[in-house]
């Protein structure tokens, strides 16, 4: 029944225990191994929570006190739940991060896939957020959700209908607790397509070469699995650290008052893995045009796909420029993160218009480099793709530039006239 | 910048050590960068950070909007890999709570049983429930009736509802401590800091009727007046009650109410720590020795003939 001759067992075998990985990956490879096990710790923890959870305006935030209090480890499993997503969420950022460095986005479907799993977590992880009904989960899902009413004509109608009501209320914390369910079964169908299409090409490598001969491949048993096991090891390492002795160390203080509508905390603030989005939502001064910005900033993403495909496979590894650009971004995204976590004023509402500006214009640019770089290589760069970026940059432009703060418009634009 | 990406990447990987040079070495410029450019490269950078933070540092004054005295950081017994809480010092706050706290505040999460085991031995804490009176019922006659409290019953509440506990207490309502240490920026010690920072207001001040001032609470103003004082309570083990002394056991005492699970986890932890101490080495081992063979190979291309 298990031999090798068996269609599913080899399959499962030519996919997992003989599956040719180059020989050259390093350390930035091994995320996307740690992503799934964060996400297997997320359903096994998000499990036993859910067993104790009640669904209801007037006992949710009662049930998680229950759990901390009175479920044998239960304080433990919400802080495996609590960290485990913060750490999925670090882990993810470094994987994508890995991706734009050395280029893994040429590999369209496994790129386009990734975002679709980004989008997913970021919605599993605010849908868990408001499932404690503390004032941080009421009041986020309010300003969250009140976002889509930016949305031409169908907005308001849209933000009712999530909601169930006219207010964030118990038709909107019982589909959101359905939601966070499901969402999670979901991102495993993609991740194993994910997975999958990432199978159908072989893994990318540091050094960006195909290898059709399979010199520079090895079976991912038992060099990578072991690998994988060590980093796995690691990873439980820092996750049961968290969980064991700084527990609440992401729970802002706000979150252990029960959810009271007819109070607004005084400092709003999401979670930081959603701070640099939030530097983008605070970037602009109209509610529409950070919202704008703000899905821009994530479908950015999506256009890297569109680099000029030449036989070179590599990234920016080789190109001192692309260095620079990709060293300058993530500064600029760390910078983000904590402006994110400031308070309203100056000068950290006047620093998030820059930060986005240069989040935004890396990408063309780091893209123009990546271009010029394949030139050289006299190979197939297609007009169609260009215009495409040149459209989507032109209009993340006007947008970034009607959501300016009136003096800096006023400064550009003398400066202009002059 | 560049060379440090590399190393960080650690491109080296594949890199022959022979006359044959690697792709890696022969396209990155960063290693071409003479000491006199790296140094350069290096005091710039250490100039510019130094610059956002000397710019940051000149910062902080000039936040100083909302008139609020941050606490100092006092360092709790209880914090730390392997310290747990005082149990005599939650047993004396406790007491501090019941006989000060207990007359304004609600904690509404705890019930005597939770004290069991932790500062009271199962019969003190039965002793202690039935100093209560708690309404229950209906009875067989349909009537509400009172009796002496259970272990199962939650601390009894000093107000019927929030309109009453407002009503007593100048308009504000007095938050229920349940989680309170953990509901508050610097915990702890804004706690200890705010049961013992009362003093008089400022020069100029306007400080409304019944009313006390407090720097470390935002705005200074707070409806809650000064409720500790030395020997206002005498503690059941003789250990003398002076401020300090109270206000911080019945901080200890609010820790434990506010994360009652806390040693439990340490010791998880710890436990956990100690399995993974041994299995990561052997895991690292494991993965080097299954690795040497393509760690020491060597690749070699050559021009076909």
């Not at chain 1, 001969?213 to 038992?222: D, I, Q, W």
């Not at chain 1, 989005?277 to 899905?295: C, D, F, N, Q």
């Not at chain 2, 040079?21 to 990155?28: E, F, M, V």
Request: charged letters at 15%; proline letters at 5%.
């Amino acid at each position: 029944m298990f031999s090798r001759k068996n269609k599913w067992v080899k399959f499962l075998n030519n996919s997992v225990w003989d599956y040719k990985v180059p020989i050259n990956i390093n350390n930035w490879w091994y995320f996307g191994s740690l992503l799934g096990l964060m996400l297997v710790c997320q359903i096994i923890s998000g499990f036993f929570l859910s067993t104790h959870y009640v669904a209801h305006v007037d006992y949710a935030f009662d049930s998680i006190v229950h759990i901390n209090r009175d479920v044998n480890y239960g304080a433990l499993i919400r802080g495996f739940h609590i960290n485990g997503a913060s750490m999925f969420f670090f882990f993810m950022y470094i994987h994508i991060g890995r991706g734009i460095y050395y280029g893994c986005y040429r590999q369209a479907g496994v790129w386009y896939t990734g975002i679709v799993l980004m989008l997913l977590l970021m919605a599993t992880s605010f849908l868990g957020y408001v499932l404690p009904w503390g004032q941080m989960s009421y009041w986020a899902s309010v300003v969250i959700t009140s976002l889509l009413s930016t949305i031409p004509y169908i907005g308001p109608s849209l933000v009712e209908w999530i909601w169930g009501g006219y207010a964030v209320g118990q038709a909107t914390l019982t589909r959101f607790y359905s939601l966070h369910f499901i969402l999670p079964f979901i991102m495993v169908i993609v991740v194993i397509i994910h997975v999958g299409l990432l199978h159908e090409t072989g893994s990318s490598n540091p050094l960006g070469l195909y290898d059709p001969s399979g010199v520079g491949m090895r079976s991912f048993h038992p060099l990578y699995s072991c690998n994988d096991l060590f980093f796995c090891l690691v990873a439980m390492g820092y996750l049961i650290k968290l969980s064991a002795f700084h527990t609440w160390a992401f729970v802002p203080c706000e979150n252990w008052i029960k959810a009271d509508p007819m109070t607004t905390p005084k400092h709003i603030t999401p979670e930081w893995y959603f701070l640099w989005v939030y530097t983008i939502l605070r970037s602009a001064p109209t509610k529409g045009g950070g919202v704008a910005l703000m899905v821009l900033s994530i479908l950015v993403l999506a256009i890297l796909p569109l680099v000029p495909m030449t036989h070179w496979q590599g990234g920016t590894q080789f190109s001192p420029v692309g260095k620079m650009l990709f060293a300058l971004w993530v500064s600029n995204w760390l910078i983000m993160t904590w402006v994110g976590s400031q308070p309203a004023t100056w000068p950290f509402m006047e620093e998030t218009v820059y930060s986005t500006v240069i989040y935004f214009a890396f990408f063309p640019v780091f893209l123009l480099n990546l271009a010029l770089k394949a030139s050289k290589f006299q190979l197939d760069r297609s007009l169609y793709y260009k215009l495409w970026i040149l459209i989507l940059y032109v209009s993340i432009m006007i947008t970034i530039f009607y959501n300016l703060p009136e003096s800096i418009k006023w400064t550009i634009e003398d400066f202009l006239a002059n | 910048m560049s060379a440090l990406l590399a190393k960080a990447s650690r491109q080296g990987f594949l890199q022959a050590k022979t006359s044959i040079s690697s792709q890696g070495a022969c396209i990155s410029t960063g290693r071409r960068f003479s000491r006199k450019k790296i140094a350069l490269a290096v005091a710039g950078g250490v100039l510019g950070v130094g610059s956002v933070g000397v710019g940051m540092a000149l910062l902080r004054p000039a936040n100083a909007q909302e008139l609020i005295l941050h606490p100092p950081h006092y360092r709790w017994d209880f914090k730390g890999y392997f310290a747990a809480y005082d149990k005599a010092s939650v047993r004396r706050g406790y007491q501090v709570y019941k006989q000060v706290c207990a007359a304004c505040h609600t904690m509404e999460a705890l019930c005597y049983r939770h004290l069991v085991d932790v500062c009271y031995s199962e019969r003190e804490a039965k002793r202690e429930a039935e100093e209560a009176m708690v309404w229950d019922g209906p009875n067989d006659a349909g009537q509400m009736f009172q009796r002496p409290g259970k272990l199962s019953d939650p601390f009894p509440k000093p107000y019927d509802n929030v309109e009453a506990a407002k009503a007593a207490n100048n308009g504000a309502y007095p938050p229920d401590l349940g989680h309170v240490v953990l509901a508050r920026e610097e915990a702890e010690s804004y706690i200890f800091a705010l049961l013992t920072g009362y003093c008089d207001p400022p020069a100029g001040y306007e400080l409304a009727d019944g009313m006390a001032y407090n720097p470390y609470f935002a705005g200074g103003a707070i409806s809650m007046a000064q409720a500790l004082y030395n020997e206002i309570i005498e503690y059941e083990d003789g250990t003398p009650a002076t401020q300090s002394q109270l206000a911080k056991d019945v901080v200890t005492f609010l820790s434990w109410a506010s994360d009652p699970d806390l040693e439990q986890r340490k010791k998880f932890g710890i436990k956990a720590g100690v399995v993974l101490f041994l299995m990561t080495p052997v895991a690292f081992y494991y993965k080097r020795f299954k690795f040497h063979t393509l760690y020491t190979q060597q690749i070699f291309w050559k021009k076909g003939k």
